[in-house]
């Protein structure tokens, strides 16, 4: 067989084993097998660049980052549907198309309704051409890059009598574990939570990396196929051929023919749908002949021929056992529910957290009570009531503690807060290791091996107390602690001189400087440029650094003169830690805004204002904070403020949108 037979035939076997076990999670192969055959297919289109393709399974994972996205306008509107919120109301729209249908025979298709992000894709002669987002309805975002790195959506689609161009409209989700598992790393970077898997899904699919995508697992599923030639008059037969397409469609779809049909169905998905893998908020119901939903038509917003019905938000009662207090990393003490284990949509809650006093004040918490616990669709139970019906007689109130659990400290009040902080920063055990199991994750250093309970373990035993002692561990030091071993006491001792490469933005971030997460950390190491520059800046000086302010800026002065700190910084920097950032990343990468100066003002449909801002940077741009005479142009979004705009007007500054500012780039790159 020739190169190009041997691609093929590996692309297709390819395409075939993804889809049986993301799709259909039957697989036939071992990961080891589908490695190999990966890895043999990489060789051969490396070997074979004329043989290159941009759907083939080696280019799932994505690679730059995407320019922007570009606007497109649906072929066919994206209605949104109308919602009933009980089964009476369902009553009535059925009989509204049974009357409206003038007596002629129908059957309704039940869905499950995902709580994800809409998605529309479009497939030419069996290969993905296009992915769009609902957007307004109108027009979405072009996310085909993203999508591409989604493993249970095809590509290619199986062998089947497919229509030659076809539009397929589905859901992008988060499923409930890869979502806990996100939420998990940005609550330990102090990183903002996303409420529920639809945000996080919706945020996911509008990054700029499509490798940050890849990075996430989403899933999809998918529930209406839109062509001028389909398979069949029936919903129900298109989506089952779509399945075997490639494409996965839920099993929960199912045929009603009747109103008790429909009200069974809400019956048992009510109850059954908490065991789901996927969040969902409701069902789906539509007429399932094509010919009847073109009859049926539509209103100015929503199809008549279908009708979403939203579950109540899932709610449990279940008794307080205590409330405990946990202080960390960065000193707040947060006060939590410990519960009699309650089970909320497929996942067992023993704990919520209370978040802080003012809450707890709130609530009215007492010993004993029975709390509400609510998900409603979001995976963070929240405490949203206290049943006092079934409060003990005589029971206390819940008080905040006044000392830390800890250490004992007197507890302080953050200011313009309503958290409370122990202040012992150098002496408190969850702080000082909270720090040292921070410094070593991915995203900071990365030191492979020192966890939460290897840092609990290595400040016991004296060996860590502070994150410069990292650097004086040796392979023999490590040897017998705890369950650390010859090979895990190597990995760590890698780590820890790879480390040593790590951008200086990402050590800064590494530090638990107060309020300094990994965006700030960017700007402070080029606004800084090193270590040394950084510890001798003025209050001033770093206030005036692009979106620091005055309270941040107090926070890193004060962080950089503690002794512990300044201590820690020193012995990082013997131990040959980066502390600067290289002159070659500091030089424009174009000079498209060569010599300008820009603000930026609103809000953003393509990139986020920081990523604006490192693009006028990287273009020889420069940002600034304020409009005067010296300002070239103003980079405008949506709602820019009327007072910028009033003295743009007055000086005769240029007001340039979020497109003419990315078509000025392209245009001089």
């Known amino acids: 067989m020739d190169a190009k037979g041997k691609i093929d035939q590996l692309r297709a076997e390819l395409n075939l084993h993804n889809h049986k076990y993301y799709a259909l999670n039957a697989p036939e192969i071992s990961d080891k097998e589908f490695d190999m055959m990966m890895k043999e297919l990489e060789k051969l289109e490396a070997e074979h660049p004329e043989y290159a393709d941009p759907l083939s399974p080696t280019q799932r994972v994505g690679s730059d980052l995407s320019k922007g996205f ?58 993905m051409v296009r992915a769009v987002t609902r957007g307004d309805g109108t027009q979405g975002d072009d996310v085909t890059a993203n999508v591409k790195t989604i493993r249970s959506i095809p590509l290619q689609l199986l062998p089947g009598d497919w229509p030659e161009e076809f539009e397929i409209r589905g859901e992008i989700l988060m ?44 899933d999809a599923r998918f529930y209406y ?11 129900f037969v298109n989506m089952t051929i779509a399945e075997q397409w490639g494409f996965k469609v839920s099993k929960a779809m199912a045929r009603l023919h009747s109103i008790e049909d429909v009200e069974k169905y809400i019956a048992y998905w009510d109850e059954h749908r908490k065991e789901l893998p996927v969040a969902t908020d409701g069902l ?47 000193g707040i003490v947060t006060p939590v529910a410990n519960l009699e284990p309650v089970q909320l949509s497929g996942t067992i809650v023993k704990r919520a957290s209370l978040h802080n006093d003012d809450i707890m004040q709130e609530l009215d918490i007492h010993e004993g009570d029975s709390l509400y616990v609510e998900k409603a669709g979001e995976i963070i139970p929240q405490i949203t009531g206290v049943d006092k019906s079934l409060r003990p007689e005589g029971s206390k109130k819940v008080e905040f503690v006044k000392n830390c659990p800890v250490c004992g400290t007197p507890l302080t009040r953050i200011f313009g807060d309503a958290a409370w902080c122990c ?128 309270i941040i800026a107090k926070n890193i002065y004060d962080f ?56 006028i940077m990287r273009e020889g741009g420069k940002n600034v904070g ?3 005479k010296k300002t070239s142009f103003v980079l405008a979004g949506e709602n820019m403020g009327p007072a910028k705009l009033e003295k743009c007007q007055a000086l005769g500054i240029p007001i340039i949108s979020e497109d003419e500012f990315l078509e000025m780039i392209k245009s001089k790159s």
């Open 225 to 235: 196929l839109l062509a001028d030639k389909l398979p069949s008059d029936s919903h």
């Open 626 to 628: 304020s409009i005067s």
């Open 560 to 615: 950089l003169r503690e002794p512990v700190n300044a201590g820690n910084i020193l012995r990082l920097k013997e131990a040959g830690v980066t502390m600067e950032v290289p002159e070659e990343s500091l030089a424009p990468q174009g000079d498209a805004l060569a010599g300008k100066s820009i603000v930026i003002s609103g809000t953003f449909a393509h990139h986020s204002r920081d990523e604006y801002k490192d693009i």
């Open 70 to 127: 570009e606007h497109v306008v649906h072929a066919r509107p994206m209605m949104s549907l109308a919602n009933t919120y009980s089964i009476g109301e369902v009553d009535e729209w059925f009989a509204r198309v049974k009357k409206a249908l003038d007596g002629e025979e129908f059957s309704i298709t039940g869905e499950m309704k995902f709580d994800g992000t809409s998605i529309s894709i479009t497939y030419k002669n069996g290969r």
């Open 423 to 550: 202040p012992n920063k150098y002496g408190c055990r969850p702080q000082i290791t909270g720090r040292i199991e921070h410094f070593c994750a991915r995203r900071m250093m990365n030191i492979d091996g020192i966890g939460e309970e290897t840092a609990e373990l290595l400040y016991a035993i004296g060996l860590v107390a502070t994150i410069g002692q990292l650097y004086d561990l040796t392979e023999d030091k490590l040897m017998g602690v705890g369950r650390i071993g010859e090979k895990t006491a190597a990995r760590i001792m890698a780590g820890i001189e790879d480390s040593k490469k790590v951008p200086f933005e990402r050590v800064l971030y590494a530090l638990s400087i107060p309020n300094v997460g990994e965006t700030t950390a960017k700007r402070l190491a080029r606004a800084a440029r090193s270590m040394e520059r950084l510890q001798g800046m003025s209050l001033e000086e770093l206030a005036a650094i692009p979106d620091i302010g005055p």
């Open 284 to 330: 789906v119901f539509k007429v399932d002949s094509l010919r009847q939903q073109l009859n049926l038509g539509y209103t100015a917003k929503s199809p008549r021929w279908a009708v979403a019905f939203k579950f109540n938000p899932e709610r449990a009662c279940t008794p307080l056992r205590f409330v405990s207090f946990e202080t960390g990393r960065m």
């Open 175 to 218: 499923p409930w574990e890869v979502f806990e598992k996100l939420n998990a790393e940005r609550s330990y970077n102090e990183e903002p939570l996303f409420a529920n898997p639809r945000n996080a899904a919706s945020g996911t699919l509008k990054t700029q990396d499509p490798r940050e995508v890849a990075r996430r697992h989403l």
